[in-house]
């Protein structure tokens, strides 16, 4: 399921906005955390910018209440810095903080999926349930993300395609920390976009289309091994991805001349050099 750019006479979709009933964090909390994340996307508020309790909850048009409730929570999960005197500022998150991270992720879905095999058929529909109307979420984020790709419908695609990561990894049973985990998780890959932009329309398809082999995979839940391959494609896409065309490049050519220097590659006769594939440096094949 490619992702295309739409004709110029094409009608843009609306993007997607997360509901207050979907959020994590309820009421006015909520809110803020939503809200100051928002202001980072948007580009109102730079990332290790320092500003002020006063200055969000004029912009967010909340009390100082929520606001401090909100920064409480993002300052325990290590997403703001907050320093008496100084101020308080969205923290910069690397590539490598969220492949460790992400892998984490990978941990808990696998081991909860674990658990939908022998599960009653009824609570067993009911969750994959759940799974497919994230899954549709996440196709239509995507489909308004190729007709207008910018910083806030990348921001509404990376929403759902968090409430599709939360609801696999919810698929069993996980405890009220795994869950804050994952918002965690959540709200560090939309600040690490802000600034480092999903480089390539074919991406967004790519993912797609290993969210649904991943749903198809959940279904059939005829092998745990055949699940564990579906998670570990798909989180290993979402991680490289992390990188630039011309990062992921050089990885890949460094690890190939990695493997043939250490003997662990061999050479048939008659065998050609490594070259990248087509489409490998960032052009078009």
Same mark, same amino acid.
């Given at each position: 399921?490619?992702?295309?750019? +739409?004709?110029?006479?094409?009608?843009?979709?609306?993007?997607? &906005?997360?509901?207050?009933?979907?959020?994590? /964090?309820?009421?006015?909390?909520g809110e803020a955390i939503d809200g100051l994340i928002g202001l980072v996307v948007e580009g109102r508020l730079g990332i290790d910018e320092k500003t002020s309790e006063q200055w969000i909850g004029a912009h967010l048009d909340l009390s100082r209440t929520p606001i401090r409730e909100g920064l409480a929570i993002l300052g325990g999960?290590?997403?703001?810095? #907050? +320093?008496? #005197?100084?101020?308080?500022?969205?923290?910069?998150?690397? @590539?490598?903080?969220?492949?460790t991270l992400l892998a984490y992720v990978q941990d808990i879905a696998t081991h909860s999926a674990r658990s939908l095999i022998g599960t009653g058929s009824d609570e067993r529909s009911v969750r994959l349930g759940e799974i497919s109307r994230a899954l549709r979420d996440l196709d239509d984020a995507a489909d308004v993300?190729?007709? &207008?790709?910018?910083?806030?419908?990348?921001?509404? /695609? $990376?929403?759902?395609?968090?409430?599709?990561?939360? &609801?696999?990894? @919810?698929?069993?049973?996980?405890?009220?920390?795994?869950?804050?985990?994952?918002? +965690?998780?959540?709200?560090?890959?939309?600040? /690490?976009?802000?600034?480092? #932009? $999903?480089?390539?329309?074919?991406?967004?398809?790519?993912?797609? #289309?290993?969210a649904h082999t991943l749903d198809q995979s959940l279904r059939s839940a005829d092998s745990r091994q055949?699940?564990?391959? *579906?998670?570990?494609? /798909?989180?290993?896409? $979402?991680?490289?991805?992390? +990188?630039?065309?011309?990062?992921?490049?050089? *990885?890949?050519? *460094?690890t190939k001349a990695l493997k043939l220097r250490s003997g662990q590659e061999q050479l048939d006769a008659g065998s050609k050099p490594y070259l990248p594939a087509a489409g490998e440096d960032g052009s078009s094949a």
């Open positions: 399921m490619p992702c295309e750019p +739409k004709g110029q006479g094409d009608p843009v979709p609306m993007p997607m &906005r997360r509901s207050a009933s979907g959020r994590f /964090y309820s009421g006015q909390r999960a290590k997403v703001v810095v #907050q +320093k008496p #005197q100084v101020g308080v500022w969205v923290r910069r998150v690397d @590539e490598h903080e969220l492949s993300l190729c007709a &207008r790709f910018d910083g806030v419908t990348q921001d509404a /695609y $990376l929403e759902a395609e968090k409430r599709f990561i939360v &609801r696999v990894c @919810e698929i069993g049973t996980v405890p009220p920390v795994a869950s804050e985990f994952l918002e +965690k998780v959540g709200l560090e890959l939309r600040i /690490y976009h802000s600034e480092n #932009q $999903l480089w390539r329309p074919e991406w967004i398809g790519q993912r797609r #289309q290993e055949a699940i564990a391959l *579906a998670l570990r494609r /798909y989180f290993t896409l $979402l991680t490289t991805q992390l +990188k630039t065309p011309s990062e992921q490049l050089f *990885a890949n050519t *460094a």
